[in-house]
T-cell receptor, first 115, second 116 residues
């Protein structure tokens, strides 16, 4: 079984500051990990994903995340926040090819960016 | 040229009614999903179909019945609606892929269901 915990339901940063959104997972098999972003009144959009290989993955809009197996973490970062980054972010885990694509989501983190 | 579309976008109805939500994808994907996002924004999978065959069926009341007439469509029918069914329902699609793969799921814009 898989589960995801996102630490902090709300994160607030200044424009230009570092963005750090925390995600810890639990999985009985090697996990596939994802970050999705949801803008108000819209569906989810994939930011980045980790399946195998390089543990530092880069996504769209300047975001990146690092898979740390020893810490069971997959934190999302962006060096410099932009006003347009304000949205809700969801971390998700999948059991890979055995799961028929089933995603288990965290509870989401709302990112606020202020001038 | 919308990739994953859902109708209606908003649905307001009375308790006890039966309603349907439709989903269509034009991406050529073979797998479609229904997710429920509750008032606390918690997102949970309900069902998934691959080539019209049910492959994921989470613990969902049997008042919810998905139907996939073809692999481009996945509809969700809900009988005897209850207050707790109020949520945003998202449809998604992907290529299922083989073992050891996970292809991106593309989400529709959501259907906000309000049960009064």
């Amino acid at each position: 079984a898989q589960s995801v915990t996102q630490l902090g339901s709300h994160v607030s940063v200044s424009e230009g500051a570092l963005v750090l959104l925390r995600c810890n997972y639990s999985s009985s098999v090697p996990p596939y990990l994802f970050w999705y972003v949801q803008y108000p009144n819209q569906g989810l959009q994939l930011l980045l994903k980790y399946t195998t290989g390089a543990t530092l993955v880069k996504g769209i809009n300047g975001f990146e995340a690092e898979f740390k197996k020893s810490e069971t973490s997959f934190h999302l970062t962006k060096p410099s926040a932009h006003m347009s980054d304000a949205a809700e972010y969801f971390c998700a885990v999948s059991a890979g090819g055995t799961s028929y694509g089933k995603l288990t989501f965290g509870q989401g983190t709302i990112l606020t960016v202020h001038p | 040229d919308t990739a994953v579309s859902q109708t209606p976008k908003y649905l307001v109805t009375q308790m006890g009614n039966d309603k349907s939500i439709k989903c269509e994808q034009n991406l050529g994907h073979d797998t479609m999903y229904w997710y429920k996002q509750d008032s606390k924004k918690f997102l949970k999978i309900m069902f998934s179909y691959n080539n019209k065959e049910l492959i994921i069926n989470e613990t969902v009341p049997n008042r919810f019945s998905p139907k996939s007439p073809d692999k481009a469509h996945l509809n969700l029918h809900i009988n005897s609606l209850e207050l707790g069914d109020s949520a945003v329902y998202f449809c998604a699609s992907s290529l299922l892929g083989g073992a050891g793969t996970h292809n991106e799921q593309f989400f529709g814009p959501g259907t906000r269901l309000t049960v009064l």
